[in-house]
């Protein structure tokens, strides 16, 4: 009966990439998909593989559509009601500084972070499918700027964006490490930063 259990996660791994997957908290790494032959394929493995953090609450409450950020995992209209305001960080008399510090508040379990603030609205991604975003992200008119070097530095080195694998009590960590997203990223990049087509 072992070598029938055995058999099963021999078959399981088989199945997530050829007994080869060294996926950590959900987040297969960039080298289980250095097997894809085709760089296009590759391109889009590995960006697929990354939406599981791009599409994350954890990355979708602060890039929403409009001018209201969601919070906790199920993604719920931000109490108090607050705004986007001119500048991201709030209206005049609600600035998201005045609640989210520096860090963490676990008494309050209210998230912080030095930084805190809402993407830009050229940057928002909520309800849009994970090539729209993939778009967003290449389009230097909708990713603050960027080059796409300074994309996979954004991705794996900027302090709020990590604040996703350490959200205090009660939200879930986005999936993997912020280190391994990041080389997910830079392997996406290197490989073409193909996009879905949907």
């Known amino acids: 009966m072992k070598w029938l259990g055995a058999a099963a996660a021999c078959l399981a791994l088989a199945m997530a990439g050829g007994g080869q997957s060294r996926e950590q908290d959900g987040l297969r790494t960039a080298e289980d998909f250095a097997g ?3 760089r296009q394929a590759r391109s889009l493995a590995l960006f697929a593989e990354a939406g599981k953090v791009i599409r994350s609450p954890r990355c979708l409450n602060c890039h929403p559509v409009g001018d ?12 108090p009601a607050v705004t986007r305001g001119p500048d991201g960080m709030g209206a005049v008399a609600m600035r998201c500084t005045n609640c989210h510090r520096g860090g963490n508040f676990a008494a309050s379990r209210v998230p912080g972070d030095p930084a805190w603030h809402l993407a830009p609205v050229e940057m928002g991604w909520q309800g849009k499918s994970l090539g729209a975003i993939c778009r967003q992200i290449r389009d230097p008119a909708r990713n603050g700027g960027r080059s ?11 302090h709020l ?3 996703a694998w350490r959200p205090g009590a009660g939200r879930s960590p986005a999936p993997g490490t912020q280190a391994g997203f990041g080389r997910l990223i830079a392997a996406w990049v290197a490989s073409g930063a193909a996009c879905p087509m949907a």
């Open 161 to 163: 964006v990590g604040w």
């Open 148 to 158: 796409l070097a300074q994309i996979v530095d954004h991705m794996a080195t900027d």
């Open 36 to 38: 894809i032959r085709d």
């Open 68 to 79: 209201r950020p969601t919070q906790t995992d199920a993604m719920i209209p931000h109490m």
